[in-house]
């Protein structure tokens, strides 16, 4: 079965909650964001796929060479893995809206599925993503609503990268939304009040 691709914690929700999808970050694991959703989302149905590369011991989704240099073959895969995954639970929960959030290596391949298959989602948060290639056009994104969040002064993140794929998603006539603060990698207050009203906006 395709919602047995990974290891993830699930939770059921409430009636009429959202099903919500998170992406851990390089490092952390399916935990990391629940208490977030649980925060934002009180009640909402949750998956939540730990990544199943490891670098050094540190969880991921796919593989890298360096530092914002992806093995773009693997990511090929692990998006086709994920995104059959994520289709899989969606077929599984008929009738919920799927909102999804990922931050850093976890916003990755969050974005790299919605590059290929956005009619899975009706919210997407990216949380300091680094997307270091234009991805083709995809009319399927119109309409579509987009957070993307990121640090002025991120070194693993440039803004001026996150600039970029925000003027990808306008391009593709996305509803797309941003938010930066002054700092670095960290996710600040700020961002979290920023999902909080694109979620419930």
């Given at each position: ?22 992406f ?21 149905q ?75 989602f ?7 993503p ?72």
């Amino acid at each position: 079965m395709t919602k047995n691709l990974y290891q993830a914690y699930t939770r059921e929700g409430e009636s009429g909650k959202p099903l919500v999808f998170t992406f851990h970050g390089t490092g952390g694991n399916e935990n990391q964001f629940v208490p977030l959703v649980d925060g934002l989302i009180p009640g909402a149905q949750i998956v939540s796929p730990r990544g199943d590369v490891s670098e050094y011991g540190a969880l991921r989704f796919f593989r890298r060479t360096g530092e914002g240099v992806y093995d773009m073959d693997d990511l090929a895969r692990r998006t086709e893995k994920m995104t059959r995954f994520i289709a899989g639970h969606k077929a599984a929960s008929p009738g919920r809206d799927v909102y999804a959030l990922g931050y850093s290596n976890g916003a990755n391949i969050l974005a790299s599925v919605l590059f290929s298959e956005p009619e899975l989602f009706d919210h997407v948060v990216l949380l300091h993503p680094l997307i270091p290639w234009r991805p083709d056009d995809n009319t399927g994104l119109s309409g579509r609503k987009i957070l993307v969040t990121g640090g002025e002064r991120d070194p693993i993140c440039p803004p001026a990268l996150s600039a970029a794929l925000i003027d990808y998603f306008k391009a593709q006539n996305a509803d797309v939304q941003s938010a930066m603060h002054g700092g670095g990698h960290e996710i600040r207050p700020d961002e979290i009040s920023a999902i909080t009203r694109f979620l419930n906006g």
